[in-house]
Antibody, heavy 119, light 111 residues
Framework: EVQLVQSGPELKKPGESLRISCKGS????????IGWVRQKPGKGLEYMGI????????RYSPSFQGQVNMSVDKSISTAYLQWSRLKASDTATYFC????????????WGPGTLVIVSS | QSALTQPASVSGSPGQSITISCTGT?????????VSWYQQHPGKAPKLIIY???QRPSGVSNRFSGSKSGNTASLTISGLQAEDEADYYC???????????FGGGTKLTVL
């Protein structure tokens, strides 16, 4: 069974750094793009980007390029999403997603990690 | 870049059919047969219900169907059931710069 297990909720202050994680299991982790989708409270879904575990190649949305950093450790089948300086506007739920092997859709989703940034 | 355009809400009675539209441009929906649809219940992660415009993943009810005409994709749910009440999002590939665009989401209410 394919599973994407995400790290727990976070409460951080503006300006702090943060890294959240997503561990894939039940499939060949190196052979699928894995990525992130943001959902602000009460709002819609936003594509952030995907990363290829084989060579860490990325496909960022222009809206998130330079704002976050995606990385992956294929030895432990885990993807990461990192911020160096959080802002209040980063408050959202972040879903880890697996990109279907062909095409551009996301066939498996993690449960989401709630990040609250507040002073 | 703007999100794909969906109606904010639709409603229907049990047993009826409803259609949710998703309007993009010739740079996304109109150029690729790569529209997908996701169902999201409150507090839950989205679930893929249609991909490549009209394909259903294994395990998804055949009451869900997808289509496309020009720059507009559509999701039809037939034989509405109470469990279909959820938010629905369309999504399209948008080329090698934007990659993916989501619609703003549609709240389906089953009366």
């Amino acid at each position: 069974e394919v599973q994407l297990v995400q790290s727990g909720p976070e409460l951080k202050k503006p300006g702090e750094s943060l890294r959240i994680s997503c561990k894939g299991s039940g499939y060949s982790f190196p052979n699928y793009w894995i990525g992130w989708v943001r959902q602000k409270p009460g709002k819609g879904l936003e594509y952030m980007g995907i990363i290829w575990p084989g060579d860490s190649g990325t496909r960022y949305s222009p809206s998130f390029q330079g704002q976050v950093n995606m990385s992956v450790d294929k030895s432990i089948s885990t993807a990461y999403l990192q911020w160096s300086r959080l802002k209040a506007s980063d408050t959202a739920t972040y879903f880890c997603v697996r990109k279907y092997i062909n095409g551009w859709n996301f066939d498996y989703w993690g449960p989401g990690t709630l990040v609250i940034v507040s002073s | 870049q703007s999100a794909l355009t969906q109606p904010a809400s639709v409603s229907g009675s049990p047993g009826q059919s409803i259609t949710i539209s998703c309007t993009g441009t010739s740079s996304d929906v109109g150029s690729y047969n790569l529209v997908s649809w996701y169902q999201q219940h409150p507090g839950k992660a989205p679930k893929l219900i249609i991909y490549e415009g009209s394909q259903r993943p294994s395990g998804v009810s055949n009451r869900f169907s997808g289509s496309k005409s020009g720059n507009t994709a559509s999701l039809t749910i037939s034989g509405l059931q109470a469990e279909d009440e959820a938010d629905y999002y369309c999504c399209s590939y948008a080329g090698e710069t934007l990659y993916v665009m989501f619609g703003g989401g549609t709240k389906l209410t089953v009366l």
